[in-house]
């Protein structure tokens, strides 16, 4: 652990203060990192024996420089990061993090915002976190999205170039999203598809979870490096799962029972929404599992479908609530087996979080915390 | 305790077995604890985060159903409330932790002597050490004050 944080805060300023030592002088205990670290350990599916691991990495860091860039979008990124959070636990990732640069949230503007966000890139060079929320238009060389006089495809690429890793915040800037739907007037792409050179993590959704751009954010911060990505870019900790093999109401599918409309028996007694559009079963994310609002619910426990907002081209997919196929003549005959579904069900949920870990432990090579003697000097 | 937010279509929803199937992995947790404190004192926690698997509220109140509430209740009150409770049975506790709105961040089952959380870090306790001492200089230096005031009297 200490390796890692090596590598990543290697020429970091001698003279900064530690994380831990800084939020002592605010007067949080250790018992708060660790509660914030047990969090982090449990959003990224990380055994949460390594809180304590994460607790130590995170008290030792030095404050993480962010630049936080707003292209073509809606800001939704931004309002479901900040205006979902509570001033209590998930708040003190903003302790741990500096944000240098953010159109949304700074107070100044114009020429002093720049000014801020220049110096920031000197000052950190090479070790600075940018995230992007929005997607960047090439047509006309960018003519069509501007700030300052620079287009955002400028500016990303001069932002970027002395970046340690970028975050694509938002189904936008991951993979065009909405600005990129069809016809794409302003030709409209993701961050990977202009900058080749860094460490880019997509973090889609329309917004995305706030716990999952957070708990990204964390684990870049705690362990020093990339998380485990999928095909697409994403971390596998939130993105690793579809929707469908998580839902709750997966065991309705199962018995071939499902909703035919928003308000027949079947919707009331909350079946399977496959047939109204549900996009559960094409769709990677961890709505079923974390939810929305701190847990509350999410789209289909309000008895809605699936978008399936943090795939490509989402937009572009026909109807939200045109079912993806006509279920298959099989599912007569897993309803025989329905009773078996539920333990085995459960059991494989279990034995595929604990998959999950291994795969994530191994990628992210965190040492299992040794066990200590009680009374012993840890040191 | 804080009750679990209420959803609208979960109470419909049978149970999915989840809550019997965790039960074989805590004894088997529990069942290591037992062999390594045999061999002397040692801290050591096996956690299983609820929040992870896709549990229903029902799925939860059938597992702390089976699990039963033991003899020790504790609150920890920083950066939101946390509810930490032993079940019946020693050494499998329960860790629950808020945001504000009573909404459950982290909701885990940890096998332990104590859950780490309830522990007080060697850092902190090192900063109460130049904390009291500055308190008892203090209380010294008034009572020199106090007393020299007398004194002029």
């Known amino acids: 652990m200490a390796k890692l944080f090596k590598n990543m805060f290697a020429t970091s300023e001698s003279t900064a203060l530690t994380l831990g030592e800084e939020l002592a002088q605010k007067g949080v205990s250790r018992r708060q990192i660790l509660k914030f670290s047990s969090y982090v350990a449990a959003l990224m599916a990380l055994p949460a024996s390594y809180s304590t691991a994460i607790a130590e990495s995170l008290s030792k860091a030095r404050r993480q420089s962010v630049i936080w860039l707003s292209f073509q979008e809606c800001t939704g990124c931004t309002e479901s990061i900040t205006r979902s959070f509570s001033p209590s636990l998930e708040d003190l990732i903003f302790d741990f993090i500096s944000l240098d640069y953010s159109e949304a949230l700074m107070n100044v503007s114009g020429s002093a915002a720049e000014a801020a966000r220049k110096q920031a890139m000197e000052e950190n060079k090479g070790k600075y976190i940018v995230v992007v929320e929005g997607s960047i238009p090439l047509d006309k060389d960018g003519i069509y999205s501007v700030s300052g006089g620079h287009t955002n495809l400028d500016v990303l690429k001069e932002v970027a170039k002395d970046a340690m890793a970028i975050i694509s915040m938002g189904t936008c800037a991951s993979f065009g999203g909405i600005p990129a739907a069809h016809p794409n007037p302003t030709g409209a792409v993701g961050v990977h598809e202009i900058i080749k050179d860094k460490p880019i993590i997509n973090v889609p959704g329309c917004p995305p979870i706030p716990e999952v751009m957070t708990g990204t954010i964390a684990f870049l911060l705690s362990l020093g490096k990339i998380p485990e990505l999928d095909h697409l870019g994403r971390p596998k900790a939130f993105y690793g799962d579809n929707i469908h093999d998580r839902c709750y109401r997966r065991p309705f599918y199962e018995r071939g029972e499902f909703a035919n409309s928003f308000d027949d028996e079947g919707a009331r007694k909350g079946y399977c929404l496959f047939n109204l559009g549900c996009k559960g079963p094409v769709t990677y994310n961890a709505c079923a599992t974390i939810k929305w609002n701190g847990g509350v619910s999410f789209p289909i426990q309000s008895g809605h479908g699936c978008l399936g907002c943090s795939e490509p081209g989402f937009w572009d997919k026909g109807s939200f609530y045109s079912p993806l196929s006509t279920p298959t003549s099989g599912l007569g005959k897993a309803a025989m087996g329905a009773a078996a579904v539920g333990t085995a069900g459960a059991v494989v949920a279990s034995l595929v979080q604990r998959k999950r870990r291994e795969n994530i432990l191994k990628a992210a090579a965190v040492p299992k915390p040794t066990e200590t003697k009680l009374g012993a000097d840890d040191e | ?153």
């Open chain 2, 1 to 153: 305790m804080t009750k679990a937010p209420s959803s609208c279509h979960e109470n419909d929803v049978p149970l999915t077995g989840l809550s019997i199937a965790l039960l074989p992995e805590i004894i088997a947790h529990l069942q290591d604890l037992a062999e390594k404190l045999k061999k002397g004192p040692v801290f050591a926690q096996e956690i299983i985060s609820l929040r992870g698997l896709p549990m229903t509220r029902e799925d939860i109140e059938d597992l702390d159903k089976h699990l039963g509430h033991g003899e020790v209740n504790a609150k920890v009150e920083v950066a939101g409330n946390s509810d930490v409770w032993e079940t019946s049975y020693s050494g499998v506790w329960r860790v629950r932790h808020f945001g504000t709105d009573d909404r459950i961040l982290v909701d885990d089952i940890v096998i332990a002597v104590i859950p780490e959380i309830l522990m007080a870090h060697k850092d902190d306790i090192s900063a109460s050490v130049l904390r009291m001492n500055d308190t008892i200089l203090n209380l010294q230096q008034d009572g020199i004050a106090s007393n020299q005031t007398k004194s002029l009297d």
